[in-house]
């Protein structure tokens, strides 16, 4: 009989424990929730170890009671280049052009592979406005978009021009075409010429 009410009590006590706690996560549960909702749409919530969200250095566009102008922002220092950035020595000029073609030369062996990159490149960058077949036919002029007609690829003084000098063109832009030195990376302009030279107007 004793150990019939002993396990009754220490049944009674297991589900008295098992409610509280339920009760004790539904309470944590609940803090949690609240405590994470925001504060305002400028940070994340309440945060269980602060410092690693709150950083001490100064946000990009905050103020700075040392810096000049009291900006963050600061242009960097005259002479200064980006580290593995290479500064392009020509400019947007006929004597630059003229030169770039005698001092560049395609730093790649033609091949199939980079063919297809060039071509690839070609098609995202330039084929809108050249046309699929380097006319000059590109879906930006034929559709009345661009008023003036972008220069064909495989004709007139454009087969004489050495590797150079379209790469010239394709990073500092002539006439109404926009320079791309900031769109598509030195080597792949590289391989848009060696597309142009070996495919296009080998073709025509």
């Not at 009989?1 to 944590?28: A, D, P, V």
Request: aromatic share 10%; with cysteine; glycine share 8%.
């Amino acid at each position: 009989m004793k150990n019939f009410e002993l396990k009754k009590y220490m049944n009674m006590k297991s589900s008295h424990i098992t409610l509280k706690g339920r009760i004790t996560l539904l309470l944590m549960l609940t803090v949690l929730i609240v405590s994470s909702c925001d504060r305002s749409r400028m940070d994340r919530g309440y945060d269980y170890f602060p410092d690693m969200f709150n950083s001490a250095a100064y946000k990009t566009y905050s103020e700075h009671p040392v810096l000049p102008d009291g900006q963050i922002m600061q242009e960097a220092p005259e002479g200064t280049i980006p580290i593995g950035f290479v500064p392009y020595p020509y400019d947007n000029s006929f004597e630059s052009r003229e030169l770039a073609g005698k001092e560049l030369t395609n730093p790649f062996e033609v091949n199939n592979e980079l063919i297809a990159e060039g071509k690839a490149k070609y098609e995202i960058f330039c084929m809108h406005c050249h046309g699929v077949d380097g006319k000059g036919d590109g879906i930006l002029y034929t559709s009345g978009k661009f008023l003036v007609k972008p220069a064909t690829l495989v004709e007139g003084d454009i087969l004489e021009k050495p590797s150079g000098e379209i790469f010239h063109v394709i990073t500092k832009g002539w006439g109404t075409m926009a320079a791309h030195e900031v769109l598509v990376k030195p080597e792949d302009r590289w391989k848009i010429v060696m597309y142009i030279e070996e495919v296009l107007r080998k073709q025509k």
